[in-house]
């Protein structure tokens, strides 16, 4: 491997350049999935008839659900390897998003959402491990 495939870290060639940028995509996608979902909070609201502190609260429970696993995460990708609790995570994730799509009340919308934010949360501690 050349030094050029590598990003350096603390003196030393070790991560290979695509290992970080996949950890980089990993946390970007867990960030996306809020930061992309606040424009259509008013479209939420009104096409599940919520409140607007229901709405509000889509919001918290992702990221309450991508905070608590952490250590649950973490354990697995040391008990288990990377990639199995990474691949869960990202199952998890992605077959969450495609569920809120045909979410029909708020209920599902939450419970969804705390799902979501698991996943993505996964995803992101994991990629901090593979790149740390």
Do not use: H
């Amino acid at each position: 491997m050349t030094k050029a495939a590598c990003v350096k870290r603390s003196g030393l060639w070790s991560i290979p350049a695509r290992t970080m940028t996949l950890a980089c995509l990993l946390v970007f996608m867990a960030q996306m999935a809020t930061t992309v979902y606040l424009p259509s909070l008013p479209t939420v609201m009104r096409e599940l008839a919520m409140s607007r502190r229901a709405t509000e609260l889509s919001i918290s429970i992702f990221v309450i659900g991508a905070a608590l696993p952490v250590l649950f995460w973490g354990a697995a990708a040391d008990r288990f390897g990377r990639r199995a609790p990474l691949t869960l995570s990202l199952f998890l994730f992605i077959g969450c998003s495609g569920l809120l799509a045909l979410c029909s009340n708020g209920t599902q919308l939450l419970a969804l959402r705390a799902l979501q934010g698991v996943g993505a949360g996964g995803a992101a501690i994991i990629a901090r491990i593979i790149a740390g």
